[in-house]
């Protein structure tokens, strides 16, 4: 079993920048389908961002396109999100999220979820 845990959120300006990482343990994430999602209040769970381990191709979603980048180091057994330029409608609790089996956008496919990190963005 891997265990997923983000760091990196908190509380920033509109235009601003934050990174956030996903530590795993327990086993390497460099056969894994590694994702980005987030829920805002009142909102269901939606897609940001994805990489495929057998491609390395990434995805995302379009309303974060050319903002945000998502990447992994296999050394570090570690996933990142950069986000520039962040907007209010970012805000939003961040979850990594990986699994062995599907390549998708679809966060009922994954099967490993870390606890969240929070974003906040201000006008």
């Known amino acids: 079993?891997?265990?997923?845990?983000?760091?990196?959120g908190?509380?920033?300006?509109a235009g601003g920048s934050l990174r956030l990482s996903c530590a795993a343990s327990g086993r390497s994430i460099s056969t894994y389908f590694m994702g980005w999602f987030r829920q805002a209040p009142g909102k269901t769970r939606e897609f940001v961002a994805r990489?495929?381990?057998?491609s390395g191709?990434?995805?995302?979603?379009?309303?974060v396109?050319?903002?945000?980048?998502i990447s992994r180091d296999n050394?570090?057994?570690?996933?990142?999100?950069?986000?520039?330029?962040?907007?209010?409608?970012d805000t939003a609790l961040y979850y990594c999220a990986g699994n062995v089996v599907y390549s998708?956008?679809?966060?009922r496919k994954y099967d490993h979820w870390g606890q969240g990190t929070q974003v906040t963005v201000s006008s």
Do not use: C, H
């Open 75 to 89: 050394a570090k057994n570690t996933l990142y999100l950069q986000m520039n330029s962040l907007k209010p409608e």
């Open 51 to 54: 990489i495929s381990w057998t």
């Open 57 to 63: 191709n990434t995805y995302y979603a379009d309303s």
């Open 104 to 107: 998708t956008s679809d966060p």
């Open 65 to 69: 396109k050319g903002r945000f980048t």
């Open 1 to 8: 079993q891997v265990q997923l845990v983000e760091s990196g």
């Open 10 to 13: 908190g509380l920033v300006q």
